[in-house]
């Protein structure tokens, strides 16, 4: 009982439980109304893991690059340029040849992604350029390349196939969600029955003692932000088939803060270090069902984001051993006596 | 009570685990040059470091002039009339060597620095020092040994009544040394205060007017330098320790029968060039040599930590080519570097992973191994290298120095290795764990792997090694097996007087 | 002992930005009827008069190794929010100084975190963008039109130049800009706190122990860069006379690559604000060839976003051959 306390997972899913019911409460039980229309799930629950599930799977990817001590903020333009091939290609715009065909749209799209983030990975690792400013540039540059591809235009396409990706059903479950556990199961197999894990928290505590311990520092760098690029792809083909669609103007706009705050919440050091994939996932459903809630009172989606913006400086603010310690000095000060310090 | 300027009383200062200073005094008058001596871990530099305000002492009195100081700041410390010079250089690279020296106290005309009277004042103050050099031309294009004497003219200039020279001979030719000491004497004769820390005995009693020692953190007595003989300070300096360590049954140097492990044909780095050794099977071989002398950089050639860009690594007769950090691992060599903080421990991760990653890049990252194995290599080599540690989950950066050098050790180790590199393995550490890991590498040894061995104590080196080369220049210039292995026979190889 | 003066980093990657200028003005003026008249170099200067604030701003920040991409928020939160107040009627008297004191607290709260928590910058910024983002929004989500007369009275005034039978003109608010760049250009060179900025992004340990004031320095040059944003974004206001909440996206990327173009290094230390308004320059340029090349609008920022590239590898090799000259020297 006593490790499971002590599991990184174990507080973000506490809080997670907690604003459920706190959200469950205040509706006064409307939200965990599930009801069964012709096979499939509706309702409040069920709309937060397909929603949720877009964040879920870019938060995996960025919990890696965040654990090297890294970030990757291009993925909301990465999840543009997804969108926008993908659609593109459905449409017959471009490669009109392959007539089309849904499954080789999402292929070349994916690849896409993994291209940009191995362009990323490219700066990063071997021009040793800062991530921020790295991915800063695709960021800005990204959107523009999918604007070109789409020609400044939003593509609307026509295809039940391409729909399914977001609005489909299996089991009654929407899609979106079995895409997001595929993706944290690989991720879960990735980092925890190899070694790649720990190597990747190595790296992030201090990239030159990894190296002299053999780790290839550049070629896991690479990877991460391969992957990085591969499920923000993931994340634009879902929302670009939600909206039936790719907007290269708002698709993704301004998610790599989600992301960052749903790594942040789960638990993972934005300096780098310990992470912990599904704690991110937990810390992407708890942002997801925030904004579901503002959303169903009716508070305008801009406040959303100054809220989220002010939780992402309160969580980092905690993370902070200096401010900690200010903290704690003052409570001392005021109650005129010592804590017991942390072990 | 002869004018007496700096004071220091009873000064405690403990990190985690390790007690670096403890009941510490220390006094300066005006006008003398007082050496602050003792080996290692001894407590110099942590004393240095309270009285500049880099670290905040315990418990313990500073008083300049009479007066309590208690530096926050290296700042605070510069205002009360104490100025310093640290072992590496700290000046800032991409400025101007004029702006090195003035930064912090230009002069101004009106509003605006006067870089014109900046740059002939510099010009003038270098002259002093014997340097006719491009004020005007960043710091970083010359050598260490004139940023050296940049930063002393840096803190010379300051009105400062204590002038504190941490180790600044260690990057200086003789030459350079001697117009270092005629400034120290100057300053001298001007009235100022000079605490000079250094390891090279015979540089003490050459200007030195009194002499402080330290050892293991406590405070042992301030002499007269005249009045003290320096085999006494050396016995000072030691102590009781020396007794301890000398239990290190010492391991027969042989010139001849020695089968060779590894040999570097001109191996040549960034930093290096052309660099030809050989190292045997079973022996200690030590690298020799000042700071900056090519030491750890061959080291880092060895392990491929730096890339070696022309040259031949040969292992067992067989041409290999180490490119990197694992492909050394792969040929079982394992690298234990100077700096343990920025390349050593991996601070946030516990002490069972420190020991196994290197192991596990051996093996591969999809040969993850076990959390039952981890746990029974970390417990084994916990108990092997007796690691002071109340599990294998506390992270390593809360451990002491010397343990965490033997989780370092214990790293190395798990991967079996053929050879074994350890850099300064015992800086900073405190004796006890300094004498369990020298008696660690003998013994390794005597079971058939081969250590390289770095150090800056000559003492400690001559009780360890069996063969060693020793560096100047970042150039083999001598080479020494078993009973030639002297401390003064080093002491002249390094100072360059090989025909004596 | 003989010396000379080496090329330094900055000056290479300056004169490769000058002559890189000069070639497109060139370019653009043979291809292009009307391109090669000083109304159009001019009119760079028009257009971008808030970008070359801001990029003097982000400036202080870079050279001291810290990165702000927050700027492009403060730049239209400072539009919004002064077209809000001035329709409420508030006179520019007010509300100039008012926004402008927004941009120097936001500046403080950002370099308080870094400094003092610990806060990677680019966390701590990025949210201050998302933040303030989030607060023009929340202020008005269409655009706000600028009324006032003062505004109009700054937007509108200009000095008009002869050049044989061409005029070109200068709005008065360039000066404004010139004259922020020539106060850093000064404190920059000339002044304690400059030459610190130059020292913590050589060596921030070095400058603590030379025992200048890093804590302050190093909050103020955050304090710097979003005043400068600030300060950009009435530039900007009085250039487009409407506040709108979604403008100016992506804007940090343009005033960054401007630094860098100019020969800031992204580590800090070496570069200077002459070299920024080069940057700014060259942006200029080609934002007006894609203009006359009648193209999607997108293809500046990608051009720009390709050009930031190939001067972060110039500047990587630069720096390469330094160290391999030092090795051998």
Known sequence: ?343 | MENTILRMEHIYKEYPGVKALNDVAFSLRAGEIHALLGENGAGKSTLIKVLTGVESKNAGTIEMDGKEISPKRPVDAQNAGISTVYQEVNLCPDLSVAENVFIGRELRKGMRIDWKRIHEKTRELLKDFGLSINVEERLDNYSVAVQQMIAIARAVDVKAKVLILDEPTSSLSAQEVKRLFDIMRMLRERGMGIIFVTHFLDQVYEVSDRITVLRNGTYIGTYDADKLPMIELVGKMIGKDYESLEAIPKLSGDRENVEELLRIENGTTGAITDISLSIGRGEVTGFSGLLGSGRSETARLIFGADRMTSGRTVMEGKEESIRNPLDAILHDIAFCPEDRKKEGIVGDLTIRENIVIALQSKRGVLHKISRKEADEIAERLIKELAIKTPSADQKIKNLSGGNQQKVLLARWLATDPKLLILDEPTRGIDVGAKAEIQKIVVELAKKGMSCVFISSELEEMERCCSKMFVLRNKKIVGELYGEEISQSAIMRLIAGEENV | MKTRKSLKIENISLIIACILFVCMFIAGSAVYDHFGSAATFLNLFNDNAYLIVVAVGITFVLLTGGIDISVSSVVAFTCVFSAYLLEKGWSAVIVIPLVLAVGLFNGFLIGYCVQEYRIQPFIITLASQFLLRGMCAVVSTISIPIDNAFYKEAALNKISFKFGRTNAKLYIYVFLALCIVFLAYYILKYTRFGRTVYAIGSNELSAGYMGLNVKWVKIGVYMISSFCAALGGIIFSFYTLAGYSLQNMGMELDAISSAVIGGTLLTGGVGNVLGSVVGVLIQGVIQTIVTYQNLNAWWTRVTIAALLCLFIILQRFISIRADKQKGKG
Not at chain 1, 52 to 73: F, P
Not at chain 1, 134 to 155: E, F, H, N, P
Request: aromatic residues 6%.
């Open chain 1, 1 to 343: 009982m006593k490790k499971l306390t002590q599991k990184m997972e174990f507080k973000p899913f506490c809080v997670l439980v907690a604003i459920i019911l706190i959200c469950g409460v205040i509706s006064g039980g409307d939200f965990f109304k599930i009801t069964i229309v012709e096979g499939h799930f509706y309702g409040r629950l069920i709309d937060i893991l397909r929603n949720g599930s877009r964040y879920a799977i870019l938060a995996a990817g960025m919990t890696m690059a965040l654990g090297t001590g890294g970030t990757d903020i291009s993925v909301g333009s990465v999840m543009a340029i997804a969108g926008a091939i993908a659609c593109s290609i459905v449409d017959g715009r471009i490669l009109g040849g392959l007539n089309g065909n849904v499954f080789v749209a999402v292929l070349i799209a994916l690849l896409a992604g993994a291209l940009c983030g191995a362009w990323n990975g490219f700066m990063i690792a071997k021009l040793k350029v800062q991530p921020m400013v790295a991915t800063m540039i695709l960021l800005t540059a990204g959107r523009g390349i999918a604007q070109l591809i789409a020609d400044g235009k939003i593509v609307t396409i026509t295809s039940e196939a391409y729909y399914n990706i977001s609005g489909g059903y299996i089991l009654g479950l929407p899609v979106p969600m079995f895409i997001a556990v595929g993706v944290v199961i690989l991720f879960l197999l990735l980092t925890r029955s190899t070694a790649f894990g720990i190597q990747v928290e190595a790296i992030g505590v201090n990239p030159g003692s990894s190296r002299l311990a053999g780790i290839k520092v550049e070629r896991n760098l690479w990877i991460i932000y391969i992957l990085c690029g591969i499920t923000a792809a993931l994340a634009g083909l879902i929302e670009s088939a939600g909206i039936k669609g790719a907007d290269c103007n708002n698709c993704g706009l301004m998610i790599e803060m989600d992301g960052i705050l749903a790594v942040a919440i789960g638990g993972t050091s934005l300096a780098g270090g310990r992470f912990s994939i599904i704690s991110s996932v937990i810390g992407a459903l708890i942002v997801q069902t925030i904004s579901t809630t503002i959303y169903a009172f009716g508070v305008a989606p801009e406040l959303t984001r100054v809220a989220k913006a002010v939780i992402v400086i309160v969580v980092c603010l905690i993370q902070s051993q200096a401010f900690l310690t200010q903290v704690k000095k003052i409570r001392i000060g005021k109650a005129g006596k010592k804590e017991a310090p942390a072990v």
